[in-house]
């Protein structure tokens, strides 16, 4: 089995080197300073932070320098190519951190985050580089009491609505692969708040974040399993530079964030862990351990997103223009194998899961239409006999286990991995999923 080194150089003059053997392969990292070719993920966001004149201090900035390294070796490596069974990968970092005692007490709780995480296997290494944190008068000063992650869907815009309504000024933090429908959906989203909340101090950041492949020699790596640890350190890195206690907080629906498998053939990539209470549980120790007292906040982690539709604090808002955000697992998907229910151009396919999901919300609200979808779902439809119809399939395979066989739900919600050890939140968890598979039962009838 291949084992990859991944080297984050933390300036130009950074010349830590790994020796490559037939199994140990070596990746590099550059910083915004490296040449040109190199600049795309790390460089467009360091230019950002430099630009808004954000000053994280320096465990933040080396979070985020981790989290860059991560999700560029998750990217370049296939796992059909370099993955145990297709799947799991040996990854060593080598980060350069400018306290390495509070790194090597977060070690633990960090390498066992990014395996839960990615289902891959992580070593941390870590070697001493200089401050570079920025005095403060020369940083940004505007007055930022939240930090919120914004991908673009439903729950986000819930969750930033909900924070403004209640009279925050917040910071949102974007990221997109490409200049596509993410990014269209974010910068729309974001001047809908604008305009909605003229009287609150709204300032966003939207991150390209994808590397390049220019002189990968490995291949490309279709999952992104570690996508979330990017957009938390994006995230992290914001609110420390508004204040050492100023909250991130990630917006998403309990059902989704515990993500319980529907069958048991879709333990893996079928279900990812990206706001699992194991993984954010897990992150809240590392940062604790570096001193970053900037606390990651899931407001709604106990309750299913039909739930956050009719709970919202702001109803007419929402109601008018939850259909401009995007849930989509493949948005604008233009199959040509399945006939389209709608020719216009919606953006949400309606056979994922989590549009499946997001149909469900919106039923329990009374907002569901067909017409803001793509595709149609139902036993007569191809994507039912198709290939894509298997989320639909499997959700009607677990609603109907689910009410065959009446488990116990908490046996249910472990099968994703482990709670944090309080045994009222067990029950809550508990009870979301069960509230959450509800409405996606009412929605299938």
Same mark, same amino acid.
């Given at each position: 089995?291949?084992?990859?080194?991944?080297?984050?150089?933390?300036?130009?003059?950074?010349?830590?080197? #790994? #020796?490559?053997?037939?199994?140990?392969?070596?990746?590099?990292?550059?910083?915004?300073?490296?040449?040109?070719?190199?600049?795309?993920?790390?460089?467009?966001?360091?230019?950002?932070?430099?630009?808004?004149?954000?000053?994280?201090?320096? !465990?933040?900035?080396?979070?985020?320098?981790?989290?860059?390294?991560?999700?560029?070796?998750?990217?370049?490596?296939?796992?059909?190519?370099?993955?145990?069974?297709?799947?799991?990968?040996?990854?060593?970092?080598?980060?350069?951190?400018?306290?390495?005692?509070?790194?090597?007490?977060?070690?633990?709780?960090? !390498?066992?985050?990014?395996?839960?995480?990615?289902?891959?296997?992580?070593?941390?290494?870590?070697?001493?580089?200089?401050?570079?944190?920025?005095?403060?008068?020369?940083?940004?000063?505007?007055?930022?009491?939240?930090?919120?992650?914004?991908?673009?869907?439903?729950?986000?815009?819930?969750?930033?609505?909900?924070?403004?309504?209640?009279?925050?000024?917040?910071?949102?933090?974007?990221?997109?692969?490409?200049?596509?429908?993410?990014?269209?959906?974010?910068?729309?989203?974001?001047?809908?708040?604008?305009?909605?909340?003229?009287?609150?101090?709204? !300032?966003?950041?939207?991150?390209?974040?994808?590397?390049?492949?220019?002189?990968?020699?490995?291949?490309?790596?279709?999952?992104?399993?570690?996508?979330?640890?990017?957009?938390?350190?994006?995230?992290?890195?914001?609110?420390?530079?508004?204040?050492?206690? #100023?909250?991130?907080?990630?917006?998403?629906?309990?059902?989704?964030?515990?993500?319980?498998?529907?069958?048991?053939?879709?333990?893996?990539?079928?279900?990812?862990?990206?706001?699992?209470?194991?993984?954010?549980?897990?992150?809240?120790?590392?940062?604790?351990?570096?001193?970053?007292?900037?606390?990651?906040?899931?407001?709604?982690?106990?309750?299913?997103?039909?739930?956050?539709?009719?709970?919202?604090?702001?109803?007419?808002?929402?109601?008018?223009?939850?259909?401009?955000?995007?849930?989509?697992?493949?948005?604008?998907?233009?199959?040509?194998? #399945?006939?389209?229910?709608?020719?216009?151009?919606?953006?949400?396919?309606?056979?994922?899961?989590?549009?499946?999901?997001?149909?469900?919300?919106?039923?329990?609200?009374?907002?569901?239409?067909?017409?803001?979808?793509?595709?149609?779902?139902?036993?007569?439809?191809?994507?039912?006999?198709?290939?894509?119809?298997?989320?639909?399939?499997?959700?009607?395979?677990?609603?109907?286990?689910?009410?065959?066989?009446?488990?116990?739900?908490?046996?249910?919600?472990?099968?994703?991995?482990?709670?944090?050890?309080?045994?009222?939140?067990?029950?809550?968890?508990?009870?979301?999923?069960?509230?959450?598979?509800?409405?996606?039962? !009412?929605?299938?009838?």
């Amino acid at each position: 089995m291949n084992i990859f080194n991944i080297i984050y150089h933390s300036s130009s003059t950074d010349e830590y080197t #790994v #020796v490559e053997t037939d199994d140990a392969k070596s990746i590099y990292v550059p910083s915004g300073n490296n040449r040109a070719t190199d600049k795309s993920l790390q460089h467009n966001i360091h230019s950002i932070l430099e630009e808004k004149k954000l000053c994280p201090n320096d !465990e933040a900035i080396d979070f985020l320098s981790a989290a860059i390294s991560i999700y560029t070796a998750d990217q370049l490596v296939p796992r059909s190519s370099y993955g145990f069974n297709n799947w799991s990968r040996y990854f060593r970092l080598h980060l350069p951190v400018v306290d390495s005692h509070k790194w090597e007490q977060a070690k633990i709780y960090f !390498e066992d985050a990014l395996n839960f995480l990615t289902g891959d296997h992580w070593e941390l290494f870590f070697r001493s580089r200089s401050s570079t944190f920025t005095p403060p008068e020369e940083c940004n000063s505007n007055t930022i009491s939240k930090v919120s992650l914004l991908s673009g869907g439903l729950d986000s815009f819930i969750g930033v609505t909900d924070l403004l309504a209640s009279g925050c000024d917040v910071a949102l933090v974007g990221h997109h692969k490409s200049q596509g429908f993410e990014n269209m959906t974010q910068s729309k989203v974001i001047d809908l708040l604008k305009s909605e909340y003229k009287d609150r101090s709204i !300032e966003d950041f939207l991150f390209n974040a994808q590397p390049i492949q220019h002189n990968n020699k490995y291949g490309k790596e279709s999952s992104s399993r570690s996508r979330s640890i990017l957009f938390i350190g994006l995230g992290i890195s914001v609110a420390n530079s508004y204040g050492d206690n #100023v909250p991130l907080y990630i917006p998403e629906n309990g059902l989704i964030s515990l993500n319980i498998p529907l069958t048991h053939s879709r333990v893996g990539s079928s279900s990812t862990r990206t706001t699992h209470p194991h993984f954010l549980q897990l992150l809240r120790k590392a940062l604790t351990a570096l001193g970053i007292n900037n606390t990651i906040i899931n407001p709604y982690q106990f309750m299913t997103k039909g739930e956050m539709v009719r709970g919202t604090k702001n109803p007419q808002f929402i109601n008018r223009y939850f259909n401009e955000t995007v849930s989509c697992a493949h948005p604008n998907s233009k199959n040509v194998n #399945v006939k389209r229910t709608n020719t216009n151009e919606q953006k949400n396919c309606g056979y994922c899961t989590p549009c499946i999901i997001r149909r469900a919300a919106l039923n329990f609200a009374g907002l569901d239409d067909v017409k803001h979808y793509v595709y149609k779902f139902n036993d007569s439809q191809l994507p039912y006999k198709d290939d894509i119809g298997r989320d639909y399939r499997a959700f009607k395979m677990a609603v109907a286990r689910l009410k065959k066989t009446k488990p116990k739900f908490s046996l249910e919600v472990l099968r994703s991995g482990p709670l944090p050890n309080k045994k009222e939140d067990l029950y809550k968890y508990t009870r979301v999923y069960e509230r959450g598979m509800k409405e996606v039962e !009412e929605l299938l009838k």
